[in-house]
């Protein structure tokens, strides 16, 4: 049994009886705010009257006409802020349509049934390369395909998929499910896959300029950021992102999991939260949320946070994190805290002690600047500067996903990689190259 085998889903999949009466129950708003709501603009009200048929390959079709990794943005979406959060039942007082749960009823049969919708392009013999093998490159690579443009896609990494495969809590999605996405997506052919392949050290920007016609750039954020306070060195602080990775790839045993009682989070956003979700689940007795601010300023979902609470994990707002406490072996035990006032200002004799075996940093992830900078890109902070359609400082080169929106979510970077091949393809057919440079 795996660790992440562990995790039931938390929203399980509908009957035929329940998608059925629930896509009727959809007005199909003319002009449908749901619609709106979604950063791919997934035409809802057609994709749920076509359930509301029994056309499901067809319901199926519209949702990955807009959105191929549909599958998983049914899963994995915040719906309660986007479409679900849109849907005009909010404001009748009744239970909005459960749009999200739809989409994976139809795009599950799409995926058990093996539906194919798209085929390649015929031949355009221009390459483009891109960068990373997260969500956005894999939307761009597949609209790419559809043009009939090659495309190769490099990650330094061995998994393909990115956050998407690593990153997501297993109550959502686990990570052989987003492996299938990727073969569905690779399936329309002419994909070239380059892993372990990292741009600017096994291959050069020069090499790449020579030979593709045009850059995407989907390479997401780097690794977890850290406190730089005593203690961080020690084995059992851990930056969130990875510990996560590390526990979807099966890298911890059940017994290792058993052994932690006490485990601390730090931080107040999204990932912050699904580590408390995911520790609980993972059955670790006290999990505390350590925050610097309130619970009125977490940039974390709320629906989250009000989840956490209910499943039992405990809280320390306005409190900063000063040192990691070891014991006698040399095992972390405690995170010492000083409490904060409502200006953030350390409240004096107010350091406090949390047991801890296992604490997770969730402050944020690092930017790779270096590489960025290598490129000559513009940008904010590390983050990528693009225009709306995600072309970058420099002709030839776009760019999508958290690399260049600071980091969103799945249906972002789907939405980005989709819109940037779209520029890709006009520029290319407007006779330009970045191979016309070398
Ligand atoms: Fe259906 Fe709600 Fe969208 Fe209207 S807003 S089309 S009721 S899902």
Known sequence: MTI????????????????????????YCSDAPCINACPTEINIPEFIRKIST?????????????????????????????????????????????????????????????????????????????????PASLAAAHQLRRYGHECTIFDY??????LNTTGIAPYKMKSDRAMEEVDWILSIGGIEIKTGIEVGKDISIEEIEKEYDAVFLGF??????????????????????????????????????????????IGGGNTALDAVRELKGLGVTEVTLVYRRNEDKMSGYAHEWKAAKIEGVKSDFQSLPLRFIENEQGHLKAVECISLDEKLAPIDGSQHQIPA??????????????????????????????????????????????????????????????????????????GHSLKASH
């Not at 995926?111 to 390369?129: D, L, N, R, V």
């Not at 850290?226 to 203690?231: A, D, K, M, S, V």
């Not at 099966?250 to 058993?258: E, F, G, L």
């Not at 992830?365 to 290598?374: D, R, V």
Request: glycine residues 12%; aromatic residues 6%.
């Open 54 to 134: 029994k056309n499901i390959k067809g319901s199926a079709k519209t949702i990955f006409d807009s959105n191929i990794l549909g599958m998983s943005c049914a899963r994995v979406c915040p719906v309660e802020v986007l479409c679900v959060g849109a849907c005009v039942y909010n404001n009748l007082k009744s239970p909005p349509i459960q749009i999200g749960q739809l989409q994976r009823y139809a795009t599950d049969q799409a995926f058990a049934q093996g539906w194919k919708f798209f085929e390649a392009g015929p031949s355009t013999h221009k390459k483009i390369a891109l960068i990373g093998a997260g």
């Open 4 to 27: 992440e085998s562990t995790f039931k889903d938390y929203k399980p999949a509908m009957s035929d009886q329940q998608a059925y009466a629930e896509a009727n129950r959809c007005l």
């Open 220 to 265: 997401g954020l780097g690794l977890d950021s850290r406190l730089g306070i005593q203690g961080e060195k020690l084995p059992q602080v851990s930056g969130a992102v990875a510990w996560i990775e590390k526990m979807k790839a099966h890298q911890y045993t059940a017994q290792d999991i058993a052994q932690i009682k006490h485990a601390v989070v």
């Open 357 to 430: 075996d296992l604490v997770l940093l969730a402050v944020g992830q690092g930017k790779s600047e270096a590489l960025i900078q290598s490129l000559g890109l513009t940008h904010n902070k590390g983050v990528l500067q693009t225009d709306a359609q995600g072309k970058c400082s420099r002709e030839g080169y776009y760019a999508g996903g958290d690399c260049a929106n600071g980091g969103k979510e799945v249906v972002n970077a789907s939405a980005e990689g989709k819109r940037a091949a779209q520029a890709i393809n006009d520029w290319l057919n407007q």
């Open 157 to 162: 990494k061995q998994t393909l998929g990115g």
